[in-house]
Structure formats: C-alpha cells, structure tokens
T-cell receptor, first 112, second 113 residues
Framework: AQRVTQPEKLLSVFKGAPVELKCNYSYSGSPELFWYVQYSRQRLQLLLRHISRESIKGFTADLNKGETSFHLKKPFAQEEDSAMYYCALSGPSQEAGTALIFGKGTTLSVSS | NAGVTQTPKFQVLKTGQSMTLQCAQDMNHEYMSWYRQDPGMGLRLIHYSVGAGITDQGEVPNGYNVSRSTTEDFPLRLLSAAPSQTSVYFC????????????FGAGTRLSVL
C-alpha cells in the first residue's frame, strides 16, 4: 500500500539551528517524492521535487531508496520558515492516473 | 494567470443542507482532485479525476459526489451535510511528465452546525 509517514507533528527549533523534517514512504515501484509547504492561512505550494534536485529557500531533500526516506533539511533555520510541511508521493510522472498521497504534516516552529 | 480557483472561501451550513464547492483551473490539466484538511490528519483525498468524464474515489469519499463535464471544472457536492464534514477543502490540479506538479486552490473553510 502507498503510504507517507511523517513521524513528528511538531518540530521547534531556534533561529540558526539546523532543521531536519523526516519523511518515510511505502510504495511498490518508482515513486516521485515532493515536499509541499503551507504558510499560515495560505494555500499549499510546492517546495521541492526529488527529480529536480534543487535547493529552494535553503532547503534540500535527498531520496534514499534503500531507507525509503525523503528527509527535508536546512542548515540554518529562519523565522520565516515557520509553516506546515507536507511530504507527498505520487506514481511515476508519466502516469496521469496516480493520486498524490500526503503525510500528516509536520509543523515547523522557528523562534528567536 | 489564475491557476486553481475555488469558491466560496467560507461557508456555514446546517446539518442536512446541501451545497456545491466550485473548482476551476486554467492550466489545461487533466488531473484534478479534492482533499480535506483536518488537524492531525493531514490532507486526505476525497475524489479525483483523470480527465473529463472520468472520476474515482479517494480515501474518504463518503458523503461527497463529484462530476467532471469539462477539463476546467471539478465541483464537489455535499448531498446532506454533517458536522463531521466541517473541514477545510482544497481543490488541486496537475499535469504529467515534467509538469507533474500539483497546484492548489486557496481552500474553502466549511462549518456544519
């Protein structure tokens, strides 16, 4: 069964501290993995996509197929990073019929 | 570029009332979906569509109906609202291949009394 697990509901860090938001997945095949972010009272927006291998707003995420993980990392947290972060999974991008499955989300709180 | 547009933004219903949440996208995406967002539950898929005339159930479809008569529109109908349907509803659309990025509407905050 397809599943995305985000083990932490809340992660509180101080400004300047490193951040790691954990995401583990279960999928039989070659999934695509994403991180979406939702700032307070705003719509969800894409932060990272594993096939792009980009760094957005200082965040990176590496797909580890052996550990079935896609953890989100940032070396130095900023207060504006405070938001809800969702890890999500879909089937291969060429397949139109696969749903995007989300984890339960992790709230990141960065304080000064 | 409007993207994904949802209406209304807020709605209060009484138990048993019906209503339709509207969703439209202007990106010519084949894939559209509806999620509900509840505290501690994340985003749960209600229904989705892979193209005009094709819909399917997601994780939590009970109490909701959908239809897809055009590529652009994907309305969500609550036939007889229940307090358990109090939630924030998000519509989304996405393309395929390099455009396999899901775009979300701004959400509809629904309260059922």
């Amino acid at each position: 069964a397809q599943r995305v697990t985000q083990p932490e509901k809340l992660l509180s860090v101080f400004k300047g501290a490193p951040v790691e938001l954990k995401c583990n997945y279960s999928y039989s095949g070659s999934p695509e993995l994403f991180w979406y972010v939702q700032y307070s009272r705003q719509r969800l927006q894409l932060l990272l996509r594993h096939i792009s291998r980009e760094s957005i707003k200082g965040f990176t995420a590496d797909l580890n197929k052996g550990e079935t993980s896609f953890h989100l990392k940032k070396p130095f947290a900023q207060e504006e990073d405070s938001a809800m972060y969702y890890c999500a999974l879909s089937g291969p991008s060429q397949e139109a019929g696969t749903a995007l499955i989300f984890g339960k989300g992790t709230t990141l709180s960065v304080s000064s | 570029n409007a993207g994904v547009t949802q209406t209304p933004k807020f709605q209060v219903l009484k138990t048993g009332q019906s209503m339709t949440l509207q969703c439209a996208q202007d990106m010519n995406h084949e894939y559209m979906s509806w999620y509900r967002q509840d505290p501690g539950m994340g985003l749960r898929l209600i229904h989705y569509s892979v193209g005009a005339g094709i819909t399917d159930q997601g994780e939590v479809p009970n109490g909701y109906n959908v239809s897809r008569s055009t590529t652009e529109d994907f309305p969500l109908r609550l036939l007889s609202a229940a307090p358990s349907q109090t939630s924030v509803y998000f519509c989304a659309s996405r393309g395929t291949g390099a455009k396999n990025i899901q775009y979300f509407g701004a959400g509809t905050r629904l309260s059922v009394l």
